[in-house]
């Protein structure tokens, strides 16, 4: 289990500000990009699939994390297949998979991915017309948005993590407010309000400019909940308009009314933010649904027994999230990519992704096993995350997503910290993603 506070060490939640490549396998990338003439289709065993995998306590697979071992036996058996995996820590994963593919040989069968899809899309295999329709049809349509690139669905997402509202409720109840906030009005009045002995309404972590985790994301939370995009139609940039603005003013506004604990601003990794909020040093905050366990774990938390977690509250538009993106993925190079594809559809079985939330805490991606009465109980956060689903979760990853990121989230604190306007920030932030689109395009 991951652990918070001065304990905790998993790389989980510094991993979602991760999404940046070396710039040797980035050269390297470059060059096998254009050269795909050094692949060679067929190069692995058709029986012995190998899969390159987070380590545990990150959304590892079965065989690498502890659980339904006994069914993953019962499959290999049934398909007369061997797994090997090699399983690695989460911020090695990126540079390994590019420089994987940088070398032109074939490596793995399956790949995890976080946001990268778009990014390492030459050398992945359509699923389309391999996805089974009853597996499609028990999943939340939005999940495929992240693993889609150029019209083709190249991933499956195994399990739904999206940011929803946690919140104390004791800090509720002592400042007489009823239940959680529904909309941006109230979120900003209860930060007010619960801003008091010493503590503060609002915390997360701003310091990390990029990826998914870093403040551009959340200021797309927002985007999105006030009915913005960040690329129209001819892909590219249209968020410098009233969405982006009421979304980027209603962050600055939370942040300069003193309701926003103003160490935000140098807080790099979502468990920085956290452990403000499990030592019960701030009362609300966005966070992903794996935080729910360590987080009444009294091991590493102050305030077990007192957290809520609901939607998060409505702008203009509605409510929205964005998406953790963790999906499996076939390499182009597999010589049997129907028997990779059973491998993925075992991983998402449904008696394998309830072992995996009630024995990790992972949640599942399928609706049905969300939706079970016994996974309820055992994450009782689970009915939060699946009410959110049904709202939109883009995270709008593209090959460029670091630098589009990193060219906004700048910005973002720019405003934040008063150097630039609102306006003046978005200008220059859709400027620079201008520049980098047409590079890609380019």
């Known amino acids: 289990m991951h652990r918070l506070g001065h304990g905790f060490t998993s790389n989980r939640f510094d991993r979602r500000s991760l999404l940046r490549r070396s710039a040797a396998a980035g050269a390297g990338l470059a060059a096998a990009r254009y050269g795909p003439s050094v692949w060679t289709p067929g190069a692995s065993a058709a029986t012995n699939l190998s899969v390159l995998s987070p380590l545990a306590p990150d959304p590892a697979p079965p065989g690498v994390a502890e659980f339904a071992m006994d069914g993953f036996a019962a499959w290999k058996t049934a398909n007369d297949a061997e797994v090997t995996y090699e399983a690695v820590a989460w911020p090695q994963l990126h540079d390994k998979m590019a420089t994987n ?28 017309d391999m996805l089974p329709q009853d597996l499609v049809d028990d999943l939340p349509p939005s999940s495929f948005s992240t693993v889609t690139w150029d019209g083709n669905r190249l991933g499956v997402v195994f399990t739904l993590s999206l940011l929803t509202l946690f919140y104390n409720t004791a800090h509720l109840e002592e400042a007489g407010l009823d239940g959680p906030p529904t909309t941006w009005d109230e979120l900003k009045g209860y930060a007010q309000e619960l801003t008091r002995d010493g503590r503060y309404g609002w915390v997360l972590n701003y310091g990390q400019a990029d990826g998914i985790g870093g403040v551009a994301s959340y200021w797309m939370v927002f985007l999105q909940q006030a009915g913005g995009t960040l690329y129209g139609d001819d892909g590219a940039p249209a968020f410098n308009d009233a969405p982006g603005l009421e979304a980027l003013q209603f962050m600055v506004d939370m942040y300069t009314n003193g309701s926003t604990d103003p160490g935000s601003i140098s807080y790099v990794g979502i468990n920085d933010a956290t452990n403000v909020l499990t030592a019960g040093n701030a009362s609300m905050m966005m966070n992903w649904p794996f935080m729910w366990k360590p987080a009444n774990d009294p091991a590493t938390s102050k305030i077990v027994g007192q957290l809520g977690s609901a939607i998060l509250p409505a702008g203009s538009a509605g409510a929205a999230s964005i998406d953790g993106t963790d999906a499996w993925t076939i390499a182009a190079t597999a010589a049997d990519p129907e028997l990779a594809m059973k491998l993925i559809e075992f991983y998402l079985d449904p008696v394998v992704q309830t072992r995996q939330v009630l024995d990790t805490g992972w949640l599942p991606i399928r609706l049905s096993v969300l939706e079970d009465p016994e996974v309820q109980e055992g994450a009782p956060n689970a009915a939060v995350v699946l009410e959110q689903a049904q709202h939109p979760y883009d995270s709008f990853v593209t090959p460029d997503y670091t630098e589009v990121t990193l060219a906004i989230g700048t910005e973002i604190q720019r405003a934040l910290q008063g150097a630039k306007t609102p306006e003046e920030a978005l200008q220059d932030a859709s400027d620079q993603v201008a520049e980098i689109v047409a590079a890609r395009e380019g």
């Open 101 to 128: 593919f940088a070398s032109g040989t074939h490596v793995h069968d399956v790949y995890y991915m976080s946001g990268w899809v778009p990014e390492f899309a030459p050398f992945l295999t359509p699923l389309d």
